[in-house]
């Protein structure tokens, strides 16, 4: 399993759709203060079911949606998709690849789908924790929270190891 | 459940002990605070750098503490294989030394399981098999695509 | 006490104007949440970076929040001179751009208060007056002072 | 006003005693990890009278005396002085420069000096306060710390505004 696109279209920066390919090994993004790269990373989590705000940099689920900048009109709905590579079928879904989206709407409201089903949220959550790619796992580092891990305290570190057997 | 328990953990302890050799010469390892009642008290991680006595990786400076939770993260790997890693900027406290080493063990890893760094430095962008560089245009963020081989000055427009 | 209070912040407020605008080309001020009972509310740190609504300093990126923090304290001098400032790797999320703005207007003022910044990149220590080299040998840190001039890599023992 | 001399002996990676004569203006230090950067800017505030072992990055006071590393003894005491330069008279002390020195013994207890004559705690506090030099103030961004302003709540920067008026 690899992550094989993103799109993002009305999430936070990307006001209009942006579409990256990926390749299976070492992606590297950069771009200069404020561009929209830990967006990225926030529109990942979002679609794999990451509901904390706090997470998400955001003050409120409304303050996901593009708000418009300089130039254009505020998005009326924020729609992300992550397309996995599944060859392998380590995703327990038969297809060669499976595609999570979620889409949220100005009321608040989200929608997920796979692979343009709709599906409850909650079997988005069990899905990516049982092919331990939900943003739980201690697979995503966002920005600042490096030495978080290195300070741990013992019985977190133990309750983190508990949680994953 | 204690002996699942401690087969991951010996596990985490045997790789971790391999990779923090491999990335700083120096020594790391996990400790069970009750032996006898695991799950009553918690695990410490030990970390002794090249010069040094051995401390709790609480008391580490900045940079030391980025390399023990990469080599961690990277343990917890053979025990819970994670398909892929969002790294946002972990390489911003490191010097030269430490920003080779940790890239060079990154890009090994990247074979089993896909890896994305966000970075500013060019030694992080210099082993990417793959770039983008994201950029603010009219209000609006953009990504581009480039070749491997660019300079950060070069894709920050 | 209300007229003391609104007279520094009328002159932080002037500052933080100037500050920013010489920093980003942006926009940045503050906004007091209850004008009628000062004391009862709080105090907003707005900021507008071109090409982007105004926000709250809250809700910037990694870079953007740095540049606005080092703003605000330069601002705070205007009404409580500091005879010194310890920054230590503040500059590790910055752009190239932001780095070489933020690194020549903290030149500027270190005309009036004494300045000492840890750093691991050539851009700032370029400007220093003078430079310290830290490192360690048998287990001792011992410091060393450097002609400035010198990049990095060669300090760094 | 400006630090003219930061003496350090026996305070954490400082085993062996070191000095650091600086001028006024931009002064930078650089080195590798974790050889001992940040342990100055701890050692400066430890002689002002920073008693918060958290920002001292300790686990207890007697972390803070050198602990032998691989080759030397464990040292019994720490000592710090900073040196100002103090032509301009600013802070209230009869002489061209004045020395806040503090001695830490194993026993845990510090003693305090200004210009090597014994003080208590609580007149360096007053003193580091009066002339704006103490630790309290927004002068000094620890690693890592630099975010933390532009994340206060609006009440806690109204807060410090008022604490420093
Ligand atoms: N809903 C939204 N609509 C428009 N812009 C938004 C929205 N939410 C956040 N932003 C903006 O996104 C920007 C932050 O982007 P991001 O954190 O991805 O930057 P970055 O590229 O990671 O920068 P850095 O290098 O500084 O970390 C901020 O300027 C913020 O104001
Ligand atoms: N009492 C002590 N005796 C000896 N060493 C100590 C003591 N207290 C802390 N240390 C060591 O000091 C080192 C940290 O130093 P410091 O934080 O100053 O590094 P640094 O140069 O700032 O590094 P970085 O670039 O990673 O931020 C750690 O290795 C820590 O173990
Ligand atoms: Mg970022
Ligand atoms: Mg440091």
Chains 1, 4 share one sequence.
Not at chain 1, 4 to 12: H, L, N, Q, V
Not at chain 2, 46 to 53: A, C, E, I, L, T
Not at chain 2, 122 to 135: E, N, R
Request: hydrophobic fraction near 40%; aromatic fraction near 8%; charged fraction near 25%.
């Amino acid at each position: 399993i690899y992550i094989k696109r993103i799109e993002i279209e009305g999430f936070k920066t990307f006001g209009k759709k942006v579409v990256l390919n990926l390749e299976p090994g070492y992606i590297s993004v950069t771009g200069l203060n404020g561009s929209g790269k830990s967006n990225i990373f926030d529109a990942i989590l979002f679609a794999l079911g990451e509901s904390s705000l706090k997470t998400l940099r955001a003050t409120n689920l409304k303050g996901l949606l593009f708000d418009g900048g300089v130039s254009g009109a505020r998005s009326s709905k924020a729609v992300v998709s992550i397309q996995f590579d599944n060859t392998s079928r380590e995703i327990p879904v038969d297809s060669d690849t499976v595609t999570f989206t979620r889409e949220l709407r100005e009321n608040g409201e989200s929608v997920f789908k796979i692979n343009n089903k709709h599906v409850s949220k909650q079997m988005v959550l069990n899905l990516t924790q049982l092919c331990l790619i939900s943003p739980e796992a201690f697979n995503v580092v966002l920005q600042g929270m490096i030495n978080r891990i290195a300070e741990l305290r013992p019985d977190e570190r133990r309750r983190l190891l508990e949680s994953l057997v | 459940k204690r002996n699942v328990f401690m087969e991951a953990f010996e596990k985490i302890d045997r790789n971790l002990r391999a990779i923090f050799k491999e990335l700083t010469d120096g020594d790391a390892w996990l400790e069970v605070e009750k032996p006898d009642d695991i799950f009553q008290g918690g695990i410490y991680l030990m970390v002794r750098f090249p010069g040094k006595k051995p401390k709790e990786s609480l008391m580490l400076s900045g940079g030391e503490k980025t390399i023990t939770t990469v080599a961690f993260i990277l343990a917890m790997q053979s025990a819970f294989k994670s398909p892929f890693y969002l790294l946002d900027e972990i390489d911003a406290h490191l010097d030269a030394i430490n920003l080779e080493r940790l890239i060079n063990i990154l890009y090994d890893r990247s074979k089993e399981s896909q890896i994305i760094l966000i970075t500013l430095k060019d030694v992080t962008l210099s082993k990417a098999d793959k770039i983008f560089g994201v950029y603010q245009r009219e209000g609006y963020a953009n990504v581009v695509e480039y070749t491997p081989g660019i300079k950060v000055k070069e894709a920050q427009q």
